[in-house]
T-cell receptor, first 111, second 112 residues
Framework: NAGVTQTPKFQVLKTGQSMTLQCAQDMNHNSMYWYRQDPGMGLRLIYYSASEGTTDKGEVPNGYNVSRLNKREFSLRLESAAPSQTSVYFC??????????FGPGTRLTVT | LAKTTQPISMDSYEGQEVNITCSHNNIATNDYITWYQQFPSQGPRFIIQGYKTKVTNEVASLFIPADRKSSTLSLPRVSLSDTAVYYC?????????????FGAGTRLAVHP
């Protein structure tokens, strides 16, 4: 039971490059989330997916797209990376009860 | 959305009790109060959740007054390993999926 997994763990991009961050969960939860966390700051919600086939914007969606591929997987895509997107990205799931479960994070640097 | 306000940082010493208070003046009737802990380079992890009065688990206690406009996370006898950032969230199952929003958190430093 791996919980929430994220790939890659680290990534360095040049400005303008694109990439997709992958997230998978084996907890059978309906809702999944993408957050970013800048140094010394709290987490900010980028996008969330209440269930398979649905996605909605959070606080800071600009510059990102998401895909809820199936119940297990929720990916985050940066089409044209910018230095302002340098951050740590966390994926999370929620089973509508007590708690969210977070992945280990992806540390992204855009130069 | 219910906005939360917490102290930016706190310092304590090993063996002391630490109380972190969170203000949430516009909490909605159906909102729960949840606290998370985050260590460096890790995702947040759940500590405790409550709706009203007092909740206790093996890690912490959560005190919520009758008006629910604030809550206090109590960590008994902290150790160095409790040094982390603590987040207070207000929301819940009936509050909508986009209400799980984190504030800046409280950075707790425990000293020997």
């Amino acid at each position: 039971n791996a919980g929430v997994t994220q790939t890659p763990k680290f990534q360095v991009l040049k400005t303008g490059q694109s990439m997709t961050l992958q997230c998978a969960q084996d907890m059978n939860h309906n809702s999944m989330y993408w957050y970013r966390q800048d140094p010394g700051m709290g987490l900010r919600l980028i996008y969330y997916s209440a269930s398979e086939g649905t996605t909605d914007k959070g606080e800071v969606p600009n510059g990102y797209n998401v895909s809820r591929l199936n119940k297990r997987e929720f990916s985050l895509r940066l089409e044209s990376a910018a230095p302002s997107q340098t951050s740590v990205y966390f994926c999370a799931t929620w089973d509508l009860t007590y708690e969210q479960y977070f992945g280990p994070g992806t540390r992204l640097t855009v130069t | 959305l219910a906005k939360t306000t917490q102290p930016i940082s706190m310092d304590s010493y090993e063996g002391q009790e630490v109380n972190i208070t969170c203000s949430h003046n516009n909490i909605a009737t159906n909102d729960y109060i949840t606290w998370y802990q985050q260590f460096p380079s890790q995702g947040p992890r759940f500590i405790i959740q409550g709706y009203k009065t007092k909740v206790t688990n093996e890690v912490a206690s959560l005190f919520i007054p009758a008006d629910r406009k604030s809550s206090t996370l109590s960590l008994p006898r902290v150790s160095l390993s409790d040094t982390a950032v603590y987040y207070c969230l207000v929301g819940g199952p009936s509050g909508g999926y986009n209400k799980l929003i984190f504030g800046a958190g409280t950075r707790l430093a425990v000293h020997p």
